[in-house]
């Protein structure tokens, strides 16, 4: 395996099923996580689910902004327990970093941050990095936890971010919508029209979160990272990615 430090950030979709936490995918997700750090590598997960954890013990209007911090509130927990318990079965453990956005423009944050998920990862610990979401609401209003990835990545010096998505790759156009639609294998540069598509009837582009992941490649390439996104829903093209150095399914953003 090429790359030493890894950032896996999986999305809402991949992790929740009827509203509830999917629980067959989350261990799905802990056995790669597992296999990877065996190899001697280092991962960081980056995961939501909190609000879908918070649902299943309290059912309240997803809908509004704040119940759906009281969710991420109640079930922040939740999600983390499941999470220990899966990866106690590989005798690994876990942690929680709660971190939001604007914790990344203060350097001494950044600098304290970084120290303590060294360690972690010097311990063999994974730590599992989600949005403070009572007082970030970035990731339950807009980007699904895309851009923190992105940003963990670049500021925990990791070699390559994984977005595993309810998508198994990047196409040259929306491909819930158009047949012919191709994915694409590599993506070197990003057009600023892809980067600023509206949502509207006739933009292929600016359907789902696919904008907010283009950001978090862009962001990426331009500091000469790179970014592999690949379906959470069947992880054999990660699998064969990240563990045999073998590019089957799935879009590599590298310069
Ligand atoms: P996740 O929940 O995994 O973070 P989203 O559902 O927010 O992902 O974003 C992925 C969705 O973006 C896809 O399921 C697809 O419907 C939509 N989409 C729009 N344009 C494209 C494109 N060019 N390539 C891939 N997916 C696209």
């Known amino acids: 395996m090429k790359y030493n430090r890894v950032v896996i950030k999986v999305g809402s979709h991949v992790l929740t099923q009827d509203g509830e936490i999917a629980r067959e995918r989350m261990q799905n997700l ?9 190899k001697g590598k280092e991962v960081i997960l980056v995961s939501s689910g909190a609000v879908a954890a918070g649902f299943s013990l309290l059912a309240l209007n997803r809908k509004n902004v704040t119940n759906k911090q009281v969710l991420a509130a109640i079930g922040q927990p939740l999600l983390l327990k499941m999470y220990q318990e899966k990866f106690a079965k590989y005798e690994m453990l876990c942690s929680q970093v709660l971190l939001s956005a604007d914790d990344m423009d203060s350097k001494k944050r950044t600098a304290l941050a970084k120290s303590a998920i060294d360690k972690l990862l010097e311990h063999g610990v994974v730590p599992i990095i989600n949005e403070n979401d009572v007082i970030a609401i970035e990731e339950l209003v807009f980007g699904d936890n895309d851009q923190l990835s992105a940003s963990v ?27 012919d639609a191709k994915a694409l294998k590599e993506v070197s540069t990003i057009s600023q029209k892809e980067l600023h598509a509206k949502p509207t009837a006739n933009n292929e582009f600016a359907t789902g979160g696919i904008v907010t992941k283009l950001k978090a490649a862009n962001f990426l390439l331009e500091h000469d990272k790179k970014m592999f996104m690949a379906t959470g829903f069947d992880l054999s093209d990660v699998k064969s990615f990240l563990l045999d150095d073998i590019h089957k399914g799935g879009t590599l953003f590298k310069r």
């Open 153 to 179: 990545s670049y500021n925990f010096k990791a070699d390559l971010l994984v977005i595993l998505s309810d998508i198994d790759a990047y196409y040259d156009k929306d491909p819930r919508k158009f047949e």
């Open 30 to 38: 802990v056995e790669l996580i597992a296999l990877v750090m065996q």
